[in-house]
RNA sequence: GCGCCUGUAGCUCAACCGGAUAGAGCAUCGGCCUUCUAAGCCGGGGGUUAGAGGUUCGAGUCCUCUCAGGCGCACCA
């Protein structure tokens, strides 16, 4: 509808201009408003006031002159010079009741675009450290990704979902000696437990497991172990009791025991997410990168392009000459590469296996991160304007008053999937799309759960589940409903409710390619807010099993459209559109 | 100290690359169920958009400064 309109007003003004009434920019735009209220119309146009200062006239004037050359158009009852210079454009009521027709026709796919093009799209999300099980604050990162992901391949992007899993690295060692500290434990072996070690009870279920499989195997003589407890720096405590398991349990044991812990918690992972409705193609391990060198043939091409150089015994790289604030390091001085060298690596990697456009989806506090990746990607000549970070803000996470930490490592912390029983996966969706991406986001955990039959997600699911109740009615009574006979009638559909409810199902293909190109699923949830609102209203005001066969013919098609359109739009957050609540 | 994000009704949040009278929900007050689900509808009250300047036909939105909060500034991930 609106690009109608824009081919009307380029028409009008191309007019102008061979008339020398009037000269544009070749790139100008033309913006198109949905208008906010019933007395400017449909759709608004600011045009003659952008174009008037440049042009010396008159904005109301302007406005005229570009009315008066519009081509004649089938779909416009009128159109109107408001305010300022505002074009107020009137449709007329049967295109809008043609709106029905559409959904109809085009059921689950309405909405969809092509302007996507099909290009190649990796977006990757969540991405936790296997070190212990999702919690809530990675549950916005996941429905925000997954949604992000729905909207980017209904507007024509092939999107592939992706979650890199951190499967290398100190934080995964620090995992491995948390379990065997624990195993010890499980074996009666008198040993304490360091404070920044991982402290969940999972770690014990782990410890419990590995010795149901392997008895008594791993345990090692206490009197060696002890006099590292004594060391008082926390992280080199860890570090020491690291290398000591490392060298005295044997490579092969080590494995053994960092894999076990490594696979119980990615399961409960994969597990938690299927169950809050993220699916993800492919899970890319971090360790594959430095198994297949692609890791090392990263950081020698940069050695060979000189973006690399020596000090204090460590590999730096030249991000400072890319953007970054400054240069990063590398490879350590103890000779192991960083987790940026990875990252670098893992990059390269999304390149190579021809995503055109990649998005990654970081949590805020990896901001600062940005600039080194991208600063990597042109070292390696690999356009960086190809990648996207999308930041999402902290939720900080209260249960009343008390604010709750969400750290791993001390073990306490709302899970998602405690998450998910407690407030239900649909309303936890929705509660998390809310929230624009970028907003700090207070999470009242004693709110979220008292208030959830409050929650939005109801007031929509409800609609939805009305019309279905009105269709069962309707097969109850023996009342006959052809939709393809029905929609002879939909002229009938000019009292201002239907309207009302016409022009914002017309809106929603318009809401899909806004909220998919702003990454902003938010914008989605407040429409479908707006769509049930309007629904409700209409619900209240008129009886749609009427005597009237052509007028309850040409209801039904209105609100069989409204529950596709409801479930097209819940589809796409992954929440569910219930038939009976 | 530097960088990023944020500040809108009592609370939680919207506001479509600046646009017409800043909107919802919760809370509060008042109406609507012999008719398709009252998890609903209709109406009232509630605002100096943190503050001060600036840009322009027009600012919650853009710029500068101040204040307040969150996050980041590692040879951790």
Redesign the pocket.
């Known amino acids: 509808m609106k690009n109608q309109i824009q081919e009307l007003l380029l028409q009008s003004l191309a007019e102008l201009e061979s008339k020398d009434i009037l000269s544009t920019s070749n790139d100008i ?1 033309i ?1 198109i ?5 019933p ?2 119309g449909d759709f ?1 146009t ?1 045009l003659a ?2 174009l008037a ?1 440049k042009n010396k006239i008159n904005p109301r004037q302007l406005a005229q002159k570009i009315i008066n050359q519009l081509p004649k158009s089938e779909i416009l009852e009128r159109v109107e010079i ?3 210079g ?1 074009i ?1 454009f009137f449709l007329k009521q049967d295109s809008h009741q043609a709106t029905v027709v559409k959904i109809l026709k085009n059921g689950h796919r309405y909405g969809d675009s092509k302007i996507g093009a099909n290009i190649s799209t990796l977006v990757e999300f969540v991405s936790a ?1 296997p070190t212990g099980p999702l919690h809530i604050g990675h549950g916005r990162g996941a429905a925000y990704g997954t949604a992000v992901s729905s909207l980017l391949r209904k507007i024509g992007f092939n999107v592939s979902c992706e979650y890199y899993i ?1 499967d290398a ?3 995964m060692d620090i995992l491995a000696l948390s379990v065997w500290l624990r195993y010890l434990q499980h074996n009666d072996v008198k040993i304490p437990f360091p404070e920044n070690a991982y402290q969940g009870d999972y770690i014990t279920d782990i410890a419990i497991a590995l010795y149901a499989e392997y008895a008594g195997k791993f345990v090692l003589p206490t009197e060696k172990i002890m006099p590292l407890f004594e060391e008082k720096a926390p992280e080199l405590k860890i570090d020491g009791l690291i290398k000591y398991c490392i060298d005295n349990l044997g490579e092969k044991y080590y494995r053994i025991i960092f894999d076990a812990g490594l696979d119980s918690i990615l399961t409960t992972i994969k597990n938690d997410l299927v169950g809050f409705g993220v699916k993800f193609n492919n899970w890319f391990s ?1 360790r594959s990168l430095v198994e297949n060198k692609t890791v090392e043939k990263c950081i020698q091409k940069l050695i060979k392009n000189d973006w690399v150089y020596e ?4 590999q730096w790289f030249r991000s400072s000459k890319l953007g970054d ?2 240069d ?2 590398l490879i ?3 000779g ?1 590469a ?3 060298a990875s990252d670098i690596a893992y990059h390269l990697s999304k390149v190579e296996r021809g995503f055109e456009k990649i998005i990654n989806v970081w949590g ?6 940005i600039a080194r990746v991208k600063a990597s990607m042109q070292a390696l000549e690999l356009s960086s304007d190809r990648l996207e970070v999308l ?1 999402v ?2 939720a ?1 996470l209260y249960r009343g008053k008390e604010k709750l930490q969400m750290s791993t490592r001390s073990g306490e912390f709302i899970t998602l999937k405690e998450l998910q029983e407690e407030v239900g996966k649909d309303a936890a969706r929705f509660f998390y799309i ?3 991406s ?5 999470f009242d955990l004693e709110l979220a759960k008292s ?1 959830s ?2 929650n ?1 997600v ?2 929509i699911q ?1 609609a939805h ?2 019309i ?3 269709f069962r ?1 309707l097969s109850e009574k023996g009342i006959n409903y052809q939709q393809a006979e029905a929609l002879k009638h939909i002229s009938k559909l000019n009292e201002a409710h239907e309207i009302k409810l016409l022009a914002t199902l017309a809106r929603y293909p ?1 809401v899909i390619e ?1 909220a998919a190109i702003t990454y ?1 699923p ?2 989605l949830a ?1 429409y479908l ?1 707006d769509l049930a ?1 309007d629904f ?2 209409y ?7 009427v005597d009237d066969d052509i007028i309850r013919n040409a209801r039904l098609t209105l609100i069989e459209a409204t529950k596709q359109v409801i479930q097209n739009g819940l589809s796409l957050l992954g929440v569910t559109a219930p038939e ?2």
């Open positions: 735009l913006k408003e949905n208008s906010r209220s007395e400017h608004a600011n006031m952008t200062k408001a305010g300022p505002f107020n450290n951190n690295g100190r934080q971090e000090k204090d015994g460590a604030e400054k990063r390091v350590r001085e103890n192991q960083t987790y940026f805020a506090d990896h901001h600062g991160y930041l803000q902290f900080t809310m929230r624009k970028e907003q700090h986001l207070d208030e039959n409050d939005p109801y007031y409800y589940a009305r279905c109740s009105v009615q318009d806004n902003e938010h914008q407040y807010k609102n409700h209203t619900y209240n005001a008129n009886q749609f099993i009976v609540m």
